[in-house]
């Protein structure tokens, strides 16, 4: 069997910062955001011994 030519597995295997417009909105955003601020004050939320491991704050949906 031939294997498939995987090439949306090609986006993941560079940086992402290059493909992103720094101009964003968006971008401009995550950069202000004090994300350890966040963390400090919601990581008493998540226990690390019940369900799948939290993910980090800044890529919550």
């Given at each position: 069997?031939?294997?498939?030519n995987n090439k949306a597995g090609l986006l993941f295997q560079?940086?992402?910062?290059?493909?992103v417009n720094p101009d964003h909105s968006l971008v401009q955003?995550?950069?202000v955001?004090?994300?350890?601020?966040?963390e400090e004050k919601f990581g008493s939320l998540?226990?690390?011994?019940?369900?799948?491991?939290a993910k980090p704050i800044h890529l919550m949906e």
């Open positions: 069997m031939k294997a498939k560079q940086p992402l910062k290059p493909l955003l995550s950069e955001v004090n994300w350890s601020r966040f998540y226990s690390p011994d019940s369900g799948r491991p």
